[in-house]
């Protein structure tokens, strides 16, 4: 099946095969999808493959359910993650010991929850936006 996600960032074809006897003990259907996307900034095209397995069957997740799905955990990934690595360097620590990690890890998400109650949408401008003033309160807008 060809499915184009609405930002046309990407074009997947998806399939799924029914599956029985292999290492994931629940697994009922592997899936194949193979996205060919465009860099925005350099315009370069490329190919990629990602493999997974899932316990729906095929009538609970066809490939449109499955390719929605997918969408679903790169918008958690883009959310989330992406947001951590790029405007808290979380990729970039060199904290690796006892419980300092977990600490450190703790204080981006009380950011960028503070910053999703006062109704700010992009963490690094509402960051520079409270960071020049410290004695700013947070209103929700």
Not at 25 to 35: E, L
Not at 36 to 56: H, P, S
Not at 103 to 132: I, K, V, Y
């Amino acid at each position: 099946m060809l499915v184009e996600d609405e930002h046309a960032h990407y074009i997947a074809l998806i399939k799924a095969a029914t599956v029985a006897g292999i290492a994931f003990p629940h697994a009922v259907q592997a899936v194949q999808i193979v996205r060919r996307r465009r860099i925005a900034t350099t315009g370069k095209v490329t190919l990629e493959r990602i493999y997974g397995v899932t316990g729906l069957i095929a009538e609970q997740a066809d490939a449109t359910e499955i390719a929605r799905r997918v969408r679903g955990h790169w918008g958690i990934e883009n959310k989330i993650h992406h947001v951590r690595d790029t405007t808290y360097a979380e990729d970039a620590s060199r904290v690796r010991a006892g419980t300092v990690p977990r600490a450190m890890a703790f204080l981006p998400n009380l950011a960028s929850g503070a910053l999703r109650l006062a109704n700010q949408t992009n963490s690094a401008a509402g960051l520079r936006h409270h960071t020049r003033d410290a004695n700013r309160p947070f209103e929700r807008q």
